[in-house]
């Protein structure tokens, strides 16, 4: 009896929290966001920057195939389930049925066929394969099947069907063929939401989809994405409600807004980190020796502090500690040890002189100069060059003229599509890495798919063989916030710099 | 007067043709394009195949010689074509069009309030010449004119909209929708401009109208009887305001570079924003095509200074 009068109890309770957030929820209001960046395009295919704006910015159009839950599992958005071939080269999704373009076209198995067919006619392609994985080619086997064939086995696919990945976004297909290039300025997509109003370099006007499945899910009359440049008019302005939400990767701007009571702050360890690569293939940074002297030599709290006011923590690999795969900080990188630091260039014996090239962005500049400054207490001169960022920077690191660059790398959703640039044989090997045993722990890596537990030891093993001739210093783990006043409800934490903004609603 | 226009508006054949001549190349000694841009480069961990870079270049003509797409560019242009954005697609005739009035209202909102703010101080310095009013102005002129526009700016911001939340910190409303809303988004950007103005032209004045108060005419004034605001307002503003009248004029047109970061910081859509963002994009076209419009506003502004003169002081048309 008393369990029952418990069970019953419980009951009460968890029915008046559903109700109460159902309530909760309002319908109606306009969520005004700030951009960094203006939108360059919807069509990945002719802007296929994965840049955090443009991608959140284009979110409410679109939906994934799955997400992940709290366990990691796979929850069903627009596929309702996976399986891949043993030897995982293919991978065959079945969508849900009874879904709807916003302009009513049916989504369906053929929709992805298109949809892929366009991107592998196009120029971009070859960088879209770099996050989407080796796509020979997308089939639909029945109307609402479709099996995705890769070149190689390709354990990684798994966390692409389930993660945000901008180019898995379809668009109608009819509507594409109709508009052509058009679709940069006209997307149709299944998601919440649909293009109203785009003035590039201004503002992008959202608003609801007629045609979506869940009405009750569309909390907001509209969504405006606006341009604000600057961390500090961005910030302003959520201060003084001209805008709702903000997004930064910027620290100091996060401290800032914490201190604010009238603002909450979402912030999310996104992994990825900045780094300084070397050119392994010239002295001085030929020799291992002065690499590990290199990275003995600074005190990356330090560095932290400074370029970025400690927002966020000192990486050990490319996944932060949010990811099921980051190696729990056991990478083996060095330590700040200025003695041992000594003791290294004392072994190799020559003076060390090299040139070093960064842009001109604080948490870059601020982090070149530092590292500069720890060096040069250890003997080593390094003439630093500030160059535009963009592609002027990486012709700059391309050219040759450097031994070392800043750079900074995107968490991916898989190990298997991190890291190929210290691979000898990789086209994009720009540290020119020729190491037997990195190459030996890449290719392990790669083969190594039976499961989960399996390949992040393959992973882990790969990332301390390259830190073991540390061909790369790593720096900070990229940190980034949803920054959004107090009104705005529902916001959830971004995952891989990505916010489900259509997701809020306004308080009343 | 008809002559002199005409003569005026012939000059804008020669500077129009120079000024994009000179930007088109200049732009052009730039490392990268809009090809690099749309392939990718430059994003964090992209490799991107150089073919695909020059595939992207091919098939927005950037593989042209630099002569061969300026006289296309030329071409189009005396037509009226302006060509279209590489990234987004948007004609360039309308993005400048959607844009134009945004900074046009702010260029004659900040003018009109650093002429409001101008003019008083400039009368009062020179009413009180050489006393504590005269050296409180200047001093005060001489604070603002050494304060960056942006600080200024960032300043105004943070007190107007963050603490006292009178006005938006950002955001444009356009005139059609909301008369107020609009005036309430550009208060601040223009006064950030209209700060950094007033200074100058306080200066001008107070000079000229000290010169003009020592003129034969005006001890006439004096000797009638006529009460000294009276001769300051009637009788020696209009005479000293000539050097102001020409300093407005090539100040509204310098404003255009102050605009470009006030627009930034207040998120203002105008033509400096645009400007800033088409050079970091590359966006040659877009690029050309604000020069086009500045270039000819510069002329125009000119040319409305000269007739003005004319209507001040009849012996100059003459």
């Known amino acids: ?508 | 007067m008809l002559y002199y226009i005409r003569r005026k508006l012939l000059h804008l054949i020669p500077i129009t043709f120079a000024v994009t001549a000179l930007s088109f190349f200049f732009i052009d000694l730039l490392p990268g394009d809009v090809a690099d841009a749309i392939a990718g480069v430059g994003t964090d961990n992209a490799v991107v195949d150089e073919a695909v870079v020059q595939a992207i270049r091919e098939d927005l003509g950037l593989d042209r010689p630099i002569l061969n797409r300026y006289f296309s560019w030329l071409g189009g242009a005396f037509t009226g074509e302006l060509g279209k954005s590489y990234q987004t697609g948007q004609s360039v005739s309308d993005a400048i069009g959607l844009r134009l009035p945004v900074t046009l209202q702010l260029l004659v909102m900040a003018q009109c309030m650093a002429v409001l703010f101008a003019v008083p101080a400039g009368i009062l310095a020179a009413y009180r010449a050489g006393k504590a009013t005269d050296k409180f102005v200047t001093t005060l002129a001489f604070a603002f004119l050494a304060a960056p526009s942006f600080i200024i700016a960032i300043i105004l911001a943070f007190l107007f909209a963050v603490i006292l939340n009178w006005f938006p910190a950002t955001g444009y409303v356009p005139f059609s929708e909301d008369l107020i809303g609009n005036l309430r988004s550009f208060f601040l950007p223009a006064l950030a401009l209209a700060l950094i103005e007033w200074p100058i032209l306080s200066r001008v004045l107070r000079n000229d109208l000290i010169e003009t108060l020592q003129e034969d005419f005006i001890l006439l004034a004096k000797a009638k009887g006529l009460s000294y605001g009276y001769i300051l307002l009637r009788h020696a503003l209009r005479p000293s305001s000539f050097t102001l009248i020409t300093i407005v004029g090539i100040q509204l047109g310098n404003l255009i570079s102050g605009a470009v970061i006030v627009e930034s910081i207040f998120a203002l859509p105008g033509i400096g924003t645009l400007l800033v963002a088409s050079i970091h994009a590359r966006e040659i076209l877009m690029v050309q095509g604000i020069i086009v419009i500045m270039a000819v506003a510069y002329v125009v502004i000119n040319l409305v200074v000269d007739i003005l003169y004319g209507a001040l002081d009849p012996r100059i048309r003459q």
């Open chain 1, 1 to 508: 009896m008393k369990r029952m009068i418990k069970l019953i109890t419980l009951g009460l309770v968890g029915a008046l929290i559903i109700t109460t957030t159902a309530f909760a929820q309002t319908k109606g209001g306009t969520l005004t966001v700030g951009m960094d960046r203006p939108m360059t395009g919807f069509d990945s295919s002719m802007n296929p920057r994965p840049e955090y704006n443009r991608r959140n910015a284009m979110f409410p159009v679109y939906e994934d195939l799955f997400s992940q839950g709290a366990d990691g599992k796979l929850v069903p958005v627009l596929g309702s389930s996976v399986k891949s071939s043993p030897d995982k080269k293919n991978w065959t999704v079945k969508l849900k049925k009874g879904i709807r373009f916003s302009n009513g076209e049916a989504f369906d198995a053929s929709a992805y066929v298109v949809h892929f067919k366009r991107y592998q006619k196009s120029k971009a392609w070859g960088f879209l394969r770099g996050m989407v994985g080796p796509i020979k080619e997308v089939v639909a086997k029945d109307s609402h099947t479709v099996e995705f064939r890769m070149l190689r086995p390709f354990p990684a696919f798994a966390a692409i069907l389930s993660n945000p990945v901008y180019p898995m976004w379809a668009n109608a297909p009819k509507h594409s063929a109709k508009v052509g290039k058009e679709l940069n300025r006209q997307p149709v997509g299944t998601g919440p939401y649909l293009l109203s109003n785009w003035t590039p370099g201004v503002s992008i006007t959202y608003v609801k989809n007629p045609n979506y499945r869940d009405p009750k899910s569309q909390h907001l009359d509209k969504i405006v994405f606006k341009v604000i440049k600057g961390e500090l008019p961005r910030l302003n302005s959520v201060k003084s409600g001209a805008i709702d939400v903000m997004l930064t990767r910027d620290g100091k701007t996060a401290s800032q807004a914490k201190k604010d009571p009238n603002l909450q702050v979402l912030t999310e360890l996104v992994g990825g980190t900045t780094t300084i690569e070397f050119n392994t293939s010239r002295p001085p940074l030929n020799d291992v020796r002065v690499r590990k002297a290199l990275a003995h030599a600074v005190n990356r709290r330090a560095d932290l502090k400074a370029s970025n006011d400690g927002f966020g923590i000192p990486s050990t690999d490319w996944f932060g500690p949010g990811s099921k795969w980051y190696c729990g900080g056991k990478t083996g990188y060095p330590e700040f040890n200025p003695g041992k630091a000594k003791g290294l260039l004392r072994a190799y014996g020559k003076p060390v002189k090299f040139k070093m090239v960064t842009m001109p962005i604080k948490n870059f500049i601020v982090g070149a100069k530092l590292h500069q400054t720890f060096w040069k207490r250890m003997g080593i001169e390094v003439e630093l060059k500030v160059v535009p960022p963009g592609p002027a920077y990486f012709r700059a690191v391309r050219s040759g003229r450097f031994d070392a660059w800043l750079v900074g790398i995107s968490e991916a959703v898989d190990p298997g599509l991190q890291g190929q640039a210290f691979f000898s044989k990789n086209r994009g090997n720009s540290t020119k890495s020729n190491f037997p045993d990195v190459d030996a722990a890449l290719k392990k890596a790669w083969r190594s798919f039976k499961d989960d537990g399996t390949r992040k030891a393959a992973y882990c093993d790969y990332v301390r063989a390259v830190v073991k001739q540390q061909p790369i210093l790593f720096r900070a783990h990229n940190n980034f916030a949803v920054i959004a006043g107090k009104k705005v409800k529902g916001l959830k934490k971004s995952s891989l710099t990505l916010t489900r903004l259509h997701k809020a609603w306004l308080a009343r």
